[in-house]
């Protein structure tokens, strides 16, 4: 691997993803050739901590690399994304569960938090049942979680005797099923298929209660929350999709004569209009992204959780920088006309994939409301912040 960092790593993969696009597209999945490149590279789990073989770089570093490979393909970043935020579990697992699942060089993490599923105790551990939506890149991965309620024999969500109650556990692939639900608008590649166990045992410990976990590992990473990570991701790939579009709009804008005109796109002082604010707006995204994760992450490193207001400040961050990307990237297919109507033109794609990233349920337009709540001193549920 040489001593580039891992944006610089996916800076020079940028030219084979890029001509992949369509392929991954239309697979609905990463290659497994191309998988198997990006474990050799390390990109699904460089926030594995450094304990158990991971590189464990930083979290600033993290969301640079997600940004660089949105800009060459959307698919990549978003399961390298989620592979990572997923892997941070290493740090708050018990440490006999880390080793044996996260320990392994091909160790690809994924999954659904959200506590869809039901487990019942039983004598050393649990049974799963459950079926979980939005599986991104669950096929390529080797450890698969699920998030879930526990019951008792009726049916009724009840705590364990020592307060469990809503793990994410972590499955025997063999006993997963995958369902071939990801038939959608945008950022297809990813995979994020309906995936689903019947009566799965999981050993006792092989899960952990987000919204409770102690770290297992002291680094600064495991100190974050793992739901700011997970936004972060999701804003990360917004702005990257979002400067790609800025990219392929001023080209075409350069080479396009629209009909009935005698000069070019870039010469209507409308396009001219739209590449400034475009650039503004992504450029101002990404500063207020990373100024807040950076000032989160100082608290980190000096040894403390970042606070509640820490945390709002990045989920804003975050959600803004989704939403206002999604609307830049729409603005652009629309001032590049016809052509962008076409699958052959990036723009396309890219239309597509930055509607379907500004869905999601961590940064959509809803997300703001939360930051406004806490702005105002109002109660809230800050437990998935």
Known sequence: MGEH???????????????????????RRLPPDLVDGLVEEGFFRFWVPGEYGGAEISLLEGLETFMELARHDT????????????????????????????????????????????ARVVDGGLRVTGRWQWGSGTQHCTIIGGGVLLVDDDGQVTPREDGLLA?????????????????????????????????????????????????????????????????????????GVAERALEEFTTLALGKVPQGSGRTLSERPSAQADVAKAEATIASARLYLLDAYAEAWATAEAGDEPSIEQRRRVRLATTDATQRCADVVSRLHRAAGGEAVYQRCALERLFRDANVVSQHAMAAERTYEMAGRLAFGLDSDTSTL
Request: aromatic share 10%; net charge negative.
């Open 5 to 27: 960092t891992f944006t610089e790593r996916a800076a020079a993969l940028g030219p084979e993803l890029r001509d992949r696009s369509e392929e991954i597209d239309a697979l």
């Open 167 to 239: 793990p994410f556990v972590l499955l025997d692939r063999d006993d997963v099923t995958f369902h071939d639900t990801w038939h959608v608008l945008g950022v297809r590649g990813s995979g994020s298929t309906d995936y689903e166990v019947t009566d799965a045992f999981v050993p006792e410990g092989r899960w952990v209660e987000l919204t409770r976990a102690t770290p297992q590992v002291d680094g600064a990473l495991y100190r974050f929350s793992l739901f700011s990570l997970l936004a972060g991701g999701i804003g990360c790939t917004a702005i």
């Open 75 to 118: 698919a990549v970043a978003w399961c390298c994304f989620i592979a990572n935020t997923t892997a941070l579990t290493a740090g708050l697992l018990e440490p006999r569960w880390a080793e044996e699942l996260f320990r392994p060089d091909g160790a690809i993490a994924g999954g659904f938090a959200a506590p869809v599923g039901r």
